[in-house]
């Protein structure tokens, strides 16, 4: 789970989940409200689960049906959102992507 680089307030998953969808990078601590930036390798670590997922859609040209491959990246983006806020990590500053 996330926790506040400010005041060490561990954010609980309700509330990491529903910031993660504002899509900002910039997001603010329920606890003292300072701001706090999804660290490098959190972001990095989600890149790199889209990559993997993503690896799977060419198999519908080695005749998988496209239905199971569908139903497959659907499980597999439902289980990186369910488990984003458990992997996210916070930091006090904006750390450049590279
Ligand atoms: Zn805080």
Redesign the pocket.
Known sequence: MPI?Q??G?KWVWIEAFLKMFTFKKKLR?P??D?SQYVSKKSRKLLGLFIFISLLFVPLVSFGVPKGYVLAFEIIVYALVIILMPFIYKLSNKDEPMW
């Open positions: 506040c400010h005041c307030y601590c606890s003292c300072s």
